[in-house]
């Protein structure tokens, strides 16, 4: 009983909520011998000041006496540590005061507790073992970004089966090589239209949205016959089991499976949370990213082992309207929204004339120069500082309404946006934070800090990362989430991972003497021209992006004698003399380059690059093999 009660002690300390707590381990990592998994917070409060210990000391301080290091891994009902099943279960004990989630009814947005969160998952998780589903075994899920995707992962998490995500705009052949290729033995379908993607594919057990009701009301039974089995599975969970299985977007080839463990995404999400104001449990959270993206999942995985608040938003066309309603305070999202935004933003000020264009420019030159301070982690003068307040009323504020007007930062990840989008949102008070990562590492490695940051790096290595850059520039990354290999593909796997842990990105970078690193392009995408010179294409492409005119650009050269773009048009661009404003954008994105890596000639193409003609990822990354194909022919014309 006292240890029990101590248990619960620890876990008020935790979350500060007794005011005789007087210690602060900010990081306390003891190998599963503290209560809430690998780490633990306590706080001290003296004053108003609040102390910070070994934030990120390689030592890791264990808790004593060993009476309570011996309960957080032997009470009954507990997960082990380090488990995404602890994870879950720590959040339940802590008793978030913010709302769980916020989810889209009836035209308005219903705030889903905490109880009602944890009663959903044990419900379906019991419903699970009613139906068979045991440790190891691989279920499918086929649906949107919803509530239903992230309670039945958590209950999938809590039983030890092993999660399969599938992204809802894939086809029927997409879908069944992960149903098969997984060896699921079930699938969660959003709704029947996704179900009849399966055909001859599905497995044993097919679900829908529409029978979870059914399947809680089984887990209600099971648990009243069985009490303690939703316990004995969870308990059963090594940090070592596989988690899920993320299947990359196949840019190059067929996907290829990351078989990501328990102990990878705990440390992953772990590694956020010792991030000083990052992400905090205060923060409300728009959550439009697909699940079965890394980035997405990580997000997900985030909100109870951060007690912050995740608006789900099913349909990314909708995020505009959802930034109004819900009025996020962090925003992950990958580039593209970005530079949508931008381009929208751009051209409003540029239909601007007389005085109100004159106040526009006024604001934007205050905004970058304290951005510049910023930057440089230098003060802002109180004359200047003045000014922003005034530019913000006048000018940034009507920016900041349409991102709902209580955005503090915003994270892009899955694709590089160039640094001109990130300085012009900036200058207009609204921090965006690059970082970088991949699936084999579990989301990522390196990112910009609210206290740290410098536009044009993807950041620092994140807290637990080793970075370091090979002979021929390749990024090698290793740290506790790197992932177990490809499943059912050992060659692959040897071609990525070292016998001494390190992790081949594909990525070309370097890493500055203040330890930020920049990401130059993926390996296989860098050009080499006839002339064998190195060109790096998404550089170039980032740039050509940054005109109001342009939606996606493509730059070709490989073992070509130079180097030419296909582009596409924004829509509602007329095509009227287009040829000469795209020649003048590419002539001033040549202006600072070395006469090899200029682009020489280009094509404006009669449409823009599809998901629905396989042409971008999920994550609206452009699948470059695809591309060159459909569009040959320009490509040719561009070297006639």
Known sequence: MERAEAHVRLFRLW???????????DQAEADGSVPDGSHC???????????????????????????????????????APRTIARLWQDADAREWRSAAYLVEEDGGWREVSWPEAAATVE?????????GIRKGDAFAILASTRLEWALFDFALGLVGAVGAPIYMNSGPRDVAYVVEHSDAVGILCEEEEQRAKLGEAAPRHVLTFADLPDLRRRGREHRAEHPDALAA??????????F???????TTGPPKACMIRHRNYYAMADCVRQLDDFIVGEDVMLMYLPLAHNFGRLMHLLGPHLGLTLAFCADPYAVADALGHVRPTVFPSVPRVYEKIHTAVSAKFDEATGSKRRLIDWALGVGRRVSALRQAQRPVPPLLAA?????????????????????RVGISGGAPLAREVIEFFHALDVLILEAYGLTECTTGCAGNRTNAFRFGTVGRALPGFELRIADDGEVLIRSDTVFAGYYKDEAATREVLSDDGWLYSGDIGSIDDD????????????????????????????????SPLISQALVVGDRRPYVAALVTLEEGVPREGIEEKIKAVVDDVNRDLSRFEQIKRFAVLPRDFSADEDEVTPTLKLKRRVCQEHFAAEIETLYA
């Open 244 to 250: 899920t299985y993320i299947y990359t977007s196949g």
């Open 233 to 242: 599975a969870a308990a059963a969970i090594d940090p070592e089991d596989l």
């Open 123 to 131: 419900e379906l998780a019991n419903g699970l073992l009613a139906l």
């Open 41 to 79: 917070r306590l706080a001290k409060f003296s004053g108003t000041r609040r102390i910070r210990l070994a934030a990120s000391h390689p030592c890791r301080l264990r808790f004593e006496p060993v009476a309570i290091q011996a309960e957080a891994a032997t009470e009954p009902g507990l997960a």
């Open 15 to 25: 979350r500060g909520r007794e005011s005789e707590a007087n210690g602060d381990v």
């Open 515 to 546: 330890g930020f690193l920049t990401i130059t392009d993926r390996k296989k995408d860098l050009l080499v021209t006839a002339g064998g010179k190195n060109v790096a294409p998404q550089n170039l492409e980032n740039a050509l992006k940054t």
């Open 387 to 407: 000014q922003q307040r005034v530019a913000d009323k006048l000018v940034y504020s009507k920016v900041k309404e349409r991102l709902g007007g209580r955005f």
